[in-house]
Each structure stands twice: as structure tokens, then as C-alpha cells.
């Protein structure tokens, strides 16, 4: 069955023939984050896809991941296309390496989860705590409830380790 | 030349030289055409055909790309009486002209038409726009979209903003090296009576202007605008039938793609494109590397698009984009210009298209710039690239186009004078 939702005010729809995204979201709604693990290779990936990316085996198991990471990239958005993120500005679109699978199956690989810097309460992040995250900084996953069965992952910075410098864009 | 890559993905021995770009056109580039993209692609088709001096009769096939935004193909070749043997109108952007151009060559080959019409007509600014804003920024986000959109993440800017980010992080690019890209096609700008921004900028300009999704300042993106462009191409043996010297085609790549193109950011380095792979498609195709360019179209939907492609088909090692692109090579008068029209960041945005007109009018030595015309209607160049002076480029020989559709995805084609 079909998932409906609402985030910032837009509208969300997993549809009822998008089985693998009906489980992922469902799995998020519970606060409990899996991947699709390979029944053949064993590798996880991201994001819910068919088959999987390095040897097209169909089979796989729902796996629970450690949602916890360092930045790898981000861009911080000054005029927002969507009007839903107009009264957020400016808010970071986070690739997030997870530590689980990182370098796996090749050096240059990563299992790289998208999200935005939110507080840990889950709304998106004030400008003074933009401003303290950049490539390298140290996040936690959380789940922002979307509608009933669903939510979405996001990141906030993880506040029970010892935070390295960030990386930042050099102009303010 | 090394050959790189462990795939032979061409037919080098049956194709490389056998095909020509005989034709080009395109309307004006404006922001409010007034008229439907059939009018548009109408128009650009038909100059392009009056350029080469073809008849509605002599074209047979058509092609065009879209992003759900034009007019397809049957329309524009009804309105021009031309019989078609074969058309496809196909969805996609920025790197669609060199995969369509690899594809009319295919189709002529395999004896499904003998000259083929390939276009793109959009209002790119008062219609659809390219940044997504509009009704389709409200739209409801289901499929791949609960992965990227949901999260502010869907602008051309947006979705490229890490891989341009992660450039600065690994090889310490600065924005005043980037900027340099603006700063020079905003020079040949303005020796191009039809491109749409002719104002020379700085470096402090466009450090100066807004952001719109760091590392992004507004005159660090591309200009919209309403427009169409076509070429004509079809084999050597009918290319010299026509009105101009053709540029005859050495190489296509078409749409080559990174490691897990649904999510390329899956597979680093992040900052490597699509190009990194494509290369080893052009150059052994073309016989011909980088060393050998004299013109580059390297596409700039972004000011960073430009550099990553330069360094990733070889112009320069990987991470010395930054110095590439700030000293002087790129400029007129320098080892190899880029973008000698002004390309998207300030002619007009055509998904890649003009870049190909503009080789094409350089390879032939008669770039439509500022120079007066002979008494025999011909222009006479004066190489002098003050602003509004002459664009042309001496004695160009060989061109490369380096067309892009996202980080993973990218399209090249290598051209000769004929």
C-alpha cells in the first residue's frame, strides 16, 4: 500500500508499486535504518534500487547500518528553487559517508547518504550551526516523521565525539 | 598518445572522417521570444539549411532533444516541406547534440536516410525554465525524488554542488581561479554581436554577486534564455555539394557515464566525470589527443563544469584545472581558447548546441564577429580581440567539443577543417 506524506509542506508519495522504497521508509519510520544487503556478494547499497550496482544479483535482505558518518561534499543553498525551503535559507545538502562499507568494494567507494543538516530535535539547521559543519564533520542520523509508517533520514551533527575542523568554502 | 581503459567501444578504421556538419543556424538569443518552440525550431532549421545552401528535399531524417519542453520533430519538418525517411525526438539535455550526432551518423550508415536536421528549440527563460522553479518546483516528490528532491536537492546547482566542492577540498581550487572562466567567455562575449550577455566582467564581479548554492555565485551560472540552434550533417561524399567548407567529424562520444550513473556520487572520487571515461572513447577514435586541439567547447552550465571536463579529458593533469582555466589558455589570443562565443555563461543556453555551431563557423575561419565585411560580402578578420572587435581564431585545424549533462555524464566530439 502506498505511502503518503508531507515534508516542509510538499507533498510525498511512495508509491504502491515501489516496493523497495515502501520498505526502506517503513524501516526509517520505526527509527531503525536499513540498506539492502546482496544475498550473493554481500554488499550493501544505497540508494533502494532493483539489483545490485556491482553483480546484479536480485536477491537481497533488508540490513541494519550504523547511521553515523563524516561530510564527504556538501553545497549550502542560498536561493532556494522550491518555495517549501525559501524560509530555511540557507540550509546544507550533506553526502554523508558512512563509516560502515566505506572504501568498499573499491577505495573511491562509499555508501554516500544524502540529508540535511538538521538540529537534533530535527528541523533544519539555524544559520550559526551551518556555519560549524563542512567536509569532514562528524554526523548521526536522525528521522524526521513525514506522515503515518514514514519517515525521512537526515544528519545532525554527532555531539558525543570530538568534532575535527570542518572543511569550508573559503568566502562567507 | 596512451590509449587508456580496457574497452573498444568505436569502429575508428570505417568512420572516423567520413561524416560533416555542413549546416548551422539559430535564432536570436532572447529572454521572451514571443513565439512557440515550433516557431523557433522552425527558424533555426531553416537557417541552417539557407547556411548550407540545402534544399527541404535534400534533408531526410531529423532529430531533437528535450526535457519535456519543445516541439518534436514531425511538426518542424511539416512546416519546412521535408520528407522525412527518419526521426527521433529524444528527452534529454546538455550533452544530447554530440550523442545525436554520433546517432545521425549511425543512421546514415546503415542506409536509413542520407542528411539529417538536428535541433533544439526551448523558451528556455519565459517558458520552462532550466533551474526547475515554477509549478514543477511544487510538485509532489515520489520515486528518486523521496532521495534528492525531498531534500532541497534537484537545480542543476544543487545536484553538482558536491562534486564542485570536493574539487576545491581535494586540489585547493580557488573561487578566483573559477571565476577566471566567466571572466574570459565574458570577453569573447562581447566580440559576439548575437550573444546575450556582451558586458566584460571581472574576477571581483562575479565574487561579488550573489550565492546561489555555494560554491555557486550567481554569475557562476550559466544565463537562461529562449532560443533555438540546428546543424545539418550527413557523409563526406555530399558535403561538398553544399554552400560551405565542412566540418568534417573525427569522433563522437555520446552520454558515457561514471560507475552508478542512478548515483554517481556512490562511486569516487567525486570530482571525476564523465569525461574521465569518455576520453578513451574520442581520442583513439580520432587518431588525435589533446595536444593536438587548437579550439575548445567545453561546456559551461557552471564555470566549474568547463574546468572538470578540461582536466578529465586531458588537457590538463587532474587538479590543475584551476590553473588551466585562470592563465590564459582559454582566452582569445591564448594556446587554446574555450568557448570563443561566449558559450552558456553568456551567449545564450542552447543545451550545448551553439558550442558545436561555434567550432563549426571557427573551423571554416568565418566567425561572425564584429569585423567589417570585404566588398565581397566576406569578413575580413583583424585578430585583434579587443571588445567588440574579432572572435576569429587563426588558422584552427582541429576542435574539440566536451558537452555535459551532469557529473557522470557526459558526450565529445573532435572536428577537422574540410
Known sequence: MALKGEHLGMPLLVDDLDLENLEYFRYCALRDFRLQSCKACGLLRYPPGTACPWCSGADFEWT????????????????????????????????????????????????????NLVTPEGTLAPPELVLRVGIGSRVR???????????????????????????????Q | MTVQGDFDASTPRFLRDKYAIVGVGETTYTRGSGRTTRALGTWAVRNAMADAGIKASEIDGMLSYSNNDSTPSP??????????????????????????????IGVIEA???????????????????????????????????????????????????????????????????????????????????????????????????????????????????????????TGVERAYDYRQTPARILSVAGRCCKPRIDMHYQHGPISTVGGYYAKDILWPNAGLGPEDIDLTGAYDAFTFTTMLQLEDYGFCTKGA???????????????????TSGGHLCEGYTHGMNMVIENVRQLRGDVDDYCPAAPDGKREHTFDYRERGCRQVSNVGVTANLGWAMPGTGSAMVMRKG
Open chain 1, 64 to 115: 541494519a547500518v550504523e547511521g553515523k558518518g563524516a561530510v564527504h561534499s556538501y553545497g549550502e543553498v542560498h536561493q532556494a528553487i522550491q518555495p517549501a525551503f525559501r524560509p530555511h535559507l540557507p540550509y546544507l545538502i550533506l553526502l554523508v559517508d558512512l563509516d560502515t562499507q566505506k572504501g568498499r568494494p573499491t577505495t573511491n567507494e562509499a555508501l554516500r547518504i544524502v540529508g
Open chain 1, 141 to 171: 542520523m536522525v528521522f524526521v516523521e513525514t506522515g503515518e509508517g514514514f519517515a525521512i533520514p537526515q544528519w545532525t551533527l554527532d555531539e558525543t565525539v570530538q568534532q575535527p575542523a570542518p572543511w569550508r568554502y573559503p568566502q
Open chain 2, 75 to 104: 511538426l518542424i519538418a511539416g512546416d519546412l516541406g521535408i520528407r522525412l525517411n527518419f526521426y527521433m525526438d529524444v528527452y534529454g539535455g546538455g550533452s544530447s547534440t554530440e550523442a545525436l550526432i554520433g546517432i545521425a
Open chain 2, 111 to 233: 542506409g536509413m536516410c542520407k542528411t539529417v536536421a538536428i535541433f533544439r528549440a526551448m523558451n528556455g527563460f519565459s517558458q520552462v525554465r532550466i533551474g526547475g522553479t515554477g509549478a514543477r518546483a511544487a510538485a509532489p516528490i515520489s520515486g528518486d525524488g523521496l532521495h534528492s528532491r525531498v531534500y532541497g536537492w534537484g537545480s542543476a546547482g544543487q545536484s553538482f554542488s558536491q562534486s564542485f566542492m570536493r574539487h576545491m577540498y581535494d586540489y585547493g581550487t580557488t573561487p578566483e581561479q573559477l571565476a577566471m572562466v566567466k571572466v574570459i567567455h565574458s570577453e569573447h562575449a562581447s566580440n559576439n554581436p548575437k550573444a546575450y550577455y556582451k558586458q566584460r566582467v571581472s574576477v571581483d564581479d562575479v565574487l561579488n554577486s550573489r550565492f546561489v548554492v555555494k560554491p555557486l555565485h550567481l554569475l557562476d551560472c550559466c544565463v537562461e534564455t529562449d532560443n533555438a540552434t540546428a546543424i545539418i550533417v
Open chain 2, 321 to 339: 584545472g584551476g590553473d588551466y582555466v585562470s592563465n590564459g589558455t582559454m582566452r582569445l589570443g591564448g594556446r587554446r581558447p574555450n568557448n
